[in-house]
């Protein structure tokens, strides 16, 4: 709408819009145009969604009636709330026989909802005898019919019957002079028969009715296609930057059919395009250079996220998740002040293995600190403070499930949040404190729900407080940006001087038709409802189409040729645009890169001398096999994790983690060879009491790590995980009876020690048996997958057992004959591993068929021995590169450390699965 031509809006005149965007571009449309004229002063205009002013008229006929006698006002309906609507349809069919069966009641009373809604607007009625054996049509005909019947026992009004209600009540309104109607017709569905007969009453009242005046303008339109949605979403992008660059105060529009179920991505991109380096997170709302339709739910904003993980507390119970939610949230009493020692504890509680914590269990653990998690006295004590308040409140229940209205629960919500000190102790920011308004707004829609919710339950109130935070959409208010990132519907009756239309595959545009399912489709076809008849669909769109054309001065028109793996057809809508219109997406964004690849392609380098890193100090000398172990893996994670003292997050889980049940069956092992001295003389003769050998060994070790590690050995596990050590040491048996020479187990858990250059390396080797020439035999125990090519190379993958055979021969004098691991299993133990002769264990081959190079044992020992000294030398002077093994980030915790795998380079999991 061109700034000259805009209709300037007298007192009287009214401007009802589809949607609140609309109205609030219209509002600025109006300031501008008084600008323009030179005013300094004007009245504000009146523009609102239409919903709003048929709740203001509601509200303006009830004030018209506070002077009638009390019988008359008594029989005044009460208008419903949509959530009380949704509530009462969701009991109705909770309670039906048709309802009961179904798994999502609350999806399913949303949907007789809006068929309710759309039978009231178009003024149908639907009859037994119009259901033509339509189950849903059939559960929903019966819903409805009560759904009416209670509205009606109740004097209830629900929101689709206003406008009837008021039609007959306008004589007793004020009503302005002229109402201008924007943005119905470019929607291109006609007025339900319902609004068409309610604005001609308002004609009959002597109000004018008329669409809002607008200009089409001429547009340039460009068709353009891409490889790819991402690749078609990164060009729009790019151009929409470009052009505001080239002019900062025009009004750009970037249009996403089905915005919804790519919003994640398009936030994503476009901030990497106009905010290289910076999370959308960080961004603040008002300098934001592009806007979306479409906000995120009021429950995934981090302040109401963690003000419903605060009420969740009054069940006495949370889930691991919602307790490092809570223990790392800034928005309650101490969350700044002790966020180090909250953060410490939330691990603490995780490497026990927790799954759920009581919140008198988190208060304990808050008291009582340890050396690497010291304690947290304000949690402590707002939690004892709150436990005792819930207590006091729940006294009176003696027991019993406490039942109370949505009003009351809503008072009671208010005061826990007060006493747990939410929403922090922080200044608040702009996009914070309107969050704190909608969380009280929401707070005063959950207390109406009384007429319609009952008594509920603390877990049933909470679930619906929940429910109506995630269906609340939540946008801060911001300056108007500059770019527009729109769903098709908020984008038709604007005016803008740029626009692209993204998405026209023939399955993007027209979308797809959406007509209620517990409606009959051909009964909706006969009364013209609208999204039943695809012929009428197809004119709607394709109006909408050519109303999104002339609403900018500058149109281009995108498809993606191909998304994941399957090709895409262009729509009709694009390939009616002229032919030398259309263009390769390419040329339309001159930047081939985004901004974050240009600032790192155009940076001077400059070198700096590296300082030597710290020496370590004399205790730091003894080492473990693990910290060569990771020097190969990546120094930087060697560097890291060992001289840093950095890990990783723990991540609680059902029963035993993959550690514990390594060292549970090492246990097992270990107790099981103990009470069989000489095994390979006695297994022959145990047969029956073998079992019962096993079975001891388990329940012992068993017993001993539900002592350690009582959580995750809950009897339900613990007999499980014996019931799986059984069945492994009973296949480790019979792989023992396969080996054709002659042994005797001479030690377990045998400890040495190895000096590698300034390292001393401590072991511990799992096993040491010895064959009858004196050899021996050296065996590691792994419940993993091991191969004897991780003991090559440079940068061996697993040293371990290279360290344990030289450990050995510098502490012993007996020669060596093989070394192997143990794998152990389910369905795969074997032994693998090299040996100085073929046949000494089952699987195990003479070391030169891996190492064909070496032409004796001493030359193998002596290549192991100089590649180890090599590894314990580099990490001695301190080198901590971040250079993976190919593989190794996949399973490393650190990489929030080294950044590794944000930058795509080697080691990224995409390499790592080709």
């Not at 809002?212 to 991402?230: D, F, G, I, N, Y």
């Not at 797809?512 to 769109?541: K, T, Y």
């Not at 500058?554 to 040729?561: D, F, G, M, N, T």
Request: net charge negative; with cysteine.
């Amino acid at each position: 709408m061109m700034r000259d031509a805009v209709y300037i809006l007298e007192p009287e005149d009214l401007v009802l819009t589809v949607n609140r965007r609309l109205a609030r571009l219209v509002r600025e449309q109006q300031d501008h145009a008084q600008r323009d004229r030179g005013a300094l002063l004007w009245p504000t205009p009146q523009v609102m969604p239409l919903s709003a002013w048929l709740e203001q008229c509601w509200e303006q006929f009830l004030d018209s009636q506070e002077s009638s006698p009390s019988p008359v006002r008594s029989k005044l309906p009460t208008l419903l709330t949509p959530w009380q609507e949704r509530l009462l349809w969701e009991q109705i069919i909770t309670t039906s026989a048709q309802g009961s069966l179904l798994l999502r009641q609350a999806e399913a009373a949303e949907l007789a909802r809006q068929a309710w809604q759309r039978l009231q607007e178009w003024q149908v009625t639907l009859h037994a005898t119009d259901l033509y054996d339509h189950e849903d049509a059939e559960a929903f005909y019966a819903w409805s019919e009560k759904f009416a019947s209670i509205c009606n026992k109740q004097g209830w009004l629900d929101q689709a019957s206003l406008p009837r209600f008021l039609q007959s009540k306008l004589s007793q309104l004020i009503l302005p002079k002229r109402i201008f109607l924007a943005g119905f017709t470019a929607y291109g569905q006609p007025l339900p028969p319902l609004l068409q007969q309610f604005f001609l009453a308002l004609q009959q009242e002597g109000v004018s009715v008329a669409d809002w005046p607008s200009l089409h303008k001429s547009a340039e339109v460009q068709a353009v296609s891409c490889a790819t949605p991402e690749e078609e979403l990164l060009t729009a992008a790019r151009w929409a930057r470009e052009r505001v660059i080239e002019q900062p105060t025009s009004r750009i529009a970037v249009v996403v059919p089905q915005l919804e179920r790519s919003l994640s991505q398009v936030v994503e991109i476009f901030s990497r395009i106009f905010y290289p380096g910076i999370k959308p997170s960080q961004l603040d709302a008002r300098s934001k250079l592009f806007n979306l339709s479409l906000g995120a739910s009021l429950s995934s904003t981090p302040m109401i996220r963690d003000a419903l993980l605060l009420l969740s507390l009054g069940r006495g119970f949370l889930t691991i998740e919602q307790v490092t939610g809570l223990l790392h949230s800034p928005f309650w009493r101490g969350g700044e002040r002790e966020w180090a020692e909250r953060s410490l504890l939330d691990e603490r509680l995780r490497r026990q293995r927790f799954l759920q914590v009581r919140v008198s269990r988190l208060r304990r653990e808050a008291q009582h600190g340890e050396r690497e998690s010291p304690a947290c006295p304000q949690l402590a004590a707002v939690l004892g403070d709150f436990l005792q308040r819930v207590q006091r409140e729940g006294a009176d229940t003696a027991g019993r499930t406490e039942l109370r209205k949505p009003s009351q629960w809503m008072e009671r919500f208010a005061s826990w949040l007060r006493q747990l000190g939410w929403p922090g102790e922080q200044a608040l920011s702009s996009a914070e404190y309107q969050n704190r308004l909608a969380w009280q707004e929401l707070l005063v829609l959950f207390a109406t729900l009384d007429k319609t919710a009952g008594l509920l339950s603390l877990n049933d109130a909470l679930e619906q407080l929940a429910r109506m935070a995630n269906d609340t959409p939540f946008q801060p208010e911001s300056e108007q940006a500059p770019v527009q990132i729109l769903g098709i519907l908020e984008a038709l009756g604007g005016e803008f001087t740029h626009l692209w239309i993204t998405g026209l595959t023939v399955d993007g545009w027209p979308p797809p038709m959406e007509a209620n399912p517990l409606l009959p489709i051909a009964w909706q076809r006969r009364h013209g409802l609208p999204f039943s008849d695809v012929r009428r669909e197809w004119e709607v769109a394709e109006r909408r189409f050519q109303q999104l054309l002339q609403s900018a001065e500058q149109v281009l028109c995108s498809y993606a040729e191909q998304e994941e793996e399957q090709l895409m057809a262009p729509s009709p809508f694009w390939q009616r645009l002229p032919q030398q219109q259309r263009e390769a997406a390419t040329a339309v964004a001159s930047g081939e890169t985004d901004y974050a690849q240009l600032i790192f392609q155009s940076a001077r380098w400059q070198w700096l001398q590296e300082e030597e890193p710290l020496p370590l100090a004399e205790s730091a000398l003894e080492v473990s096999s693990g910290v060569l172990k990771a020097q190969a893996h990546c120094p930087f994670q060697a560097y890291a994790r060992y001289r840093l003292g950095a890990r990783g997050r723990s991540e609680p889980g059902l029963g035993l983690d993959a550690r514990q049940r390594g060292e549970v069956v090492h246990a097992a092992l270990h107790q099981l060879w103990s009470v069989l001295p000489n095994p390979q003389q006695r297994l022959q003769s145990l047969h029956a009491a073998t079992e019962i050998y096993i079975a001891q060994a388990v329940e012992q070790v068993l017993q001993q790590a539900a002592e350690q590690w009582p959580e995750p050995l809950h009897p339900f596990f613990r007999a499980l995980e014996s019931s799986r050590l059984c069945r492994l040491l009973a296949a480790c048996v019979v792989l023992e009876q396969e080996r054709q020479e002659p042994f005797a187990v001479v030690g377990q858990e045998v400890e040495r020690t190895l000096r590698l250059g300034p390292l001393l390396v401590r072991l511990r080797l799992d096993r040491l048996d010895r064959l009858q020439n004196g050899s021996l035999v050296i065996l590691d125990y792994k419940t993993g997958v091991s191969r004897v090519e991780d003991w090559l190379g440079e940068r061996p993958q697993d040293p371990q057992l290279p360290l344990y055979v030289l450990a050995q021969n510098e502490n012993g004098s007996e020669e060596i004959a093989a070394v192997a691991f143990c794998q152990v299993r389910a369905g795969a133990c074997q032994f693998s591993g090299l040996a100085v002769a073929d046949g000494l264990l089952p699987n195990v081959l003479h070391f030169q068929k891996k190492y064909q190079e070496m032409d004796s044992w001493a030359a193998l020992l002596a290549e192991w021995q100089r590649v180890l000294s090599s590894l314990a030398e580099r990490y001695y002077r301190g080198e901590a590169a971040v250079d993976p093994l190919p593989g190794v980030c996949q399973y490393c915790d650190l990489t929030p450390l080294c950044r590794r795998l944000e930058q795509g380079g080697a080691g990224s999991h995409e390499e790592e699965e080709a």
